[in-house]
């Protein structure tokens, strides 16, 4: 380690070839301008506000599958696999620029840039004169969010990346240097800024299906999010107050909606619920790309999967025994330990065909993962189930119609005590800050706090955040000494054999897909971003 929906008919023919790029194996085969020969097809709002569904699913299905998990939680150490298997190189991070999980990344990252792009370059010319200026606002509005998404997912992994805004241009020629850093920031931020002015506002509420596309709250909550990185704290608590004050989200389980907890977050029948800002949207019918493997990767045993894959990958000694408090309802929900009871979770008798399906599953030792212990639970979601599950792709690939959070509302409560907060020193009595910090905890069933530091803070998002791909970069915005000794400290074994890893590198950055150097050498140069 160097560094360290479902759309029909036309539409559908119309998002596949503009999302080309994101399933190919090569990321520079970008559609140019121009194409898709769209012409006047969007003739109504409706088409036009599905126009866009692909951008949730679809171009994110290959990082989806496994890579995201392997980069995320298993580097950073929520997540355990052994090294007989392709996580295993996370866990002891001996992967190199070759592991496909590092061009899966990439590339998805760049597809959903690519088919952003098209969108916003072709939409303006591609509607008919029935469709209104704000459902065509609305979608460029989308296509600038998800671009916004992809390039911060890009500078956290890599740092400095080529900044892509023309999709033609960059056909013509693609051996471009990388744009630093604080230029990437900058594009995200404007593009941000742009989904905050077109997007459509939204009051959320129990029509769940209207909420799975994201809406200006959700741009708010997301430049919140990126100011936090930045260290711009007072624009991210500004962006946070405004979210927080519009009452557009909501905790589930929390004082707003008491008749439910943070377990019915990870049930299918609540996807798209009044506590998601962003998810990536699985339908789990229909194609291969169209399903989430969450359940396949994460499941201790076969009996809760359709496939025979089960497992794969594990919680860490390191979650098991360092993270949670003693009465923290998430732990339950976030891994199994023996004797846990899931009254949601479906399973098979034995493993035979036929086998009968139960409802109510007990966990028990012989089925741990990994030798780990435990199995994850945090999107685990059991056998087909339709009132609970949703359907599920064919059994040969058990793909399931769980959204994937990319940001929930407890984070951004989080987000806004430590923007009021201010730093990574200190301690804070604020009142807004605690009542932000204290309504995750006490949903989790937790004592309530009367002064936080940034290291409450750090430790109440990892609990929260769990196997959902924000802890890595978490450890990413400490001192790089500070997240080097949290890192080698963690048990990075199974129960049996401890293990720990040293760190070599001098930052938490991967390093650049091996075949993307050799098509593009000055992916390692740096140059300015010559803004528009």
């Known amino acids: 380690m160097k560094n360290i929906l479902k759309i029909n008919g036309a539409i559908a023919m119309a998002l596949l070839l503009m999302i080309s790029s994101s399933c190919s194996q090569d990321f520079l085969d970008v559609p140019a301008e121009g194409t898709p ?7 109504s709002d409706t088409k036009l506000d599905n126009a866009s569904n692909g951008l949730y699913g679809l171009v ?17 150490g929520n997540m355990y696999a052994s090294p007989y298997n392709d996580f295993g190189k996370f866990t002891d991070l001996s992967f190199t620029n070759s592991q496909a999980f590092i061009s899966d990344a990439w590339r998805s990252c760049f597809g959903a840039i690519a088919n952003s792009n098209a969108y916003i370059s072709n939409l303006p010319q591609s509607v008919g004169p029935n469709v209104s200026k704000e459902a065509l606002n609305n979608a460029l509005g989308e296509s600038h969010f998800i671009r916004a998404f992809s390039y911060f997912f890009l500078v956290r992994l890599w740092g400095n990346v080529p900044i892509i805004e023309n999709n033609a ?3 013509k020629n693609f051996v471009i240097p990388s744009n630093p850093t604080e230029d990437v920031y ?19 509420g129990s029509d769940y299906a209207s909420n799975a596309h994201v809406s200006s709250g959700s741009a708010k909550a997301f430049l919140a999010k990126v100011y936090l990185y930045e260290k711009k704290y007072d624009l991210a608590r500004q962006m946070a107050q405004e979210v927080i004050n519009s009452g557009e989200f909501k905790l589930l389980g929390g004082e707003e909606l008491p008749t439910k907890s943070f377990a019915d977050l990870f049930l299918q029948k609540n996807n798209n619920n009044e506590e998601s800002i962003f998810s990536w949207q699985w339908t789990g019918a229909g194609t291969y790309f169209e399903g989430n493997f969450s359940n396949t990767l994460f499941a201790p045993e076969n009996r809760l999967v359709e496939t025979t894959y089960s497992g794969q990958i594990a919680p860490s000694q390191d979650l098991i025994h360092n993270v949670f408090e003693d009465g923290d309802r998430r732990r339950k929900e976030t891994f199994m330990l023996p004797g846990d009871f899931y009254p949601n979770l479906t399973y098979a008798q034995t493993l035979a065909v036929d086998s009968p399906l139960i409802l109510g599953y007990t966990f028990a030792i012989e089925n741990e993962a990994q030798s780990s212990g435990g199995g994850l639970k945090k999107y685990v979601i059991g056998k087909e189930n339709l009132p609970i599950t ?5 059994p040969f ?5 769980m959204n994937s959070y990319m940001m929930r509302y407890a984070e951004l409560l989080l987000i806004h005590a430590e923007a009021i907060l201010g730093g990574q020193s200190g301690s804070t009595t604020d009142a807004m800050a605690l009542k932000s910090f204290n309504a995750v905890r006490l949903r989790a069933g937790l004592p309530i706090k009367a002064s936080i530091s940034f290291d409450d803070i750090f430790k109440e998002r990892r609990a929260e955040l769990a196997c959902e791909g924000d802890y890595y970069f978490d450890l990413g915005r400490l001192p790089f000494a500070k997240a080097k000794a949290i890192l080698e400290a963690q048990n990075r074994g199974d129960k049996l054999v401890e293990k720990h890893i040293s760190i070599s590198a001098s930052n938490l950055l991967l390093p650049y897909p091996a075949d993307d150097l050799i098509k593009n050498p000055k992916l390692t140069e740096v140059a300015p971003y010559t803004f528009k």
Request: proline share 4%; glycine share 8%.
């Open 37 to 43: 020969t769209i012409g006047n097809y969007y003739d």
């Open 60 to 76: 994110w299905f290959n990082m989806n599958k496994s890579a995201f998990y392997g980069i995320t939680d298993v580097i950073s």
């Open 169 to 171: 241009d960059y056909s």
């Open 186 to 204: 900058k594009f995200i931020e404007n593009d941000l800024k742009f989904a905050i002015a077109n997007l459509r506002t939204k009051n959320r």
């Open 390 to 394: 949703g359907p599920f792709n064919p």
């Open 397 to 401: 690939n058990g793909e399931s119609s």
